[in-house]
């Protein structure tokens, strides 16, 4: 009788776990299908909290053969910030960046390789910002040495992307055509 107990009390808990997970995998996919590309933005500081685990779901983004050459530069100083706006195009004032690159050096295969770690960690880090509240936007750097210089990223490194972070600003709206998406039929086929 114990057992019997024991067995319902399990398969109960395996439910539940189970019920958990689809709701998690449905809260990654809307949260993937509710994160648009913010270009108004509060003018307040991303909490320490929120940032560390923005910064944490990039370095758990996998990578080719656990290398692990990403190197993010968070850029949270104000005075640097405000430079990096006059420097760099489509910034739309964010109050904090991200400078997001890899490491040619932890790469057997570079470019490549380390193009592909930073996309994969600078999106993991989009997705969590989302579940915060914090707003992104991904971008180019286009002025590379002048952007290496003010924020002092060391020579080796090769910037791939500026991830701008804050929290959006009231009444802020995604642009219409975000949600306009291809049906799945255009986008996957089955072989």
Known sequence: MKFRKLFVLCVVAAMGAAAALAADNEGALGLMRDRCSVRDYQQKPVADEALKMILEAGRLAPTNHNRQPVRVFAVR???I????????KSTFNAPE???VGYDPAKCKRPPKEGETAATIA???????AQS???GTLWTSPHKRDELRALCAIP???EMTSILLLGYPAEGFKPAPSHFERKP??????YR
Do not use: C, D
Not at 81 to 88: A, F, N, R
């Open 77 to 79: 100083s104000p005075k």
């Open 81 to 88: 910030v405000e430079e990096v706006h006059k420097l760099e």
């Open 97 to 99: 960046l991200l400078i």
């Open 122 to 128: 600078a999106t993991m880090m989009m997705v969590q």
């Open 132 to 134: 915060l509240g914090v």
């Open 155 to 157: 020579e080796g490194i």
């Open 184 to 189: 799945m039929e255009e986008f996957a086929e």
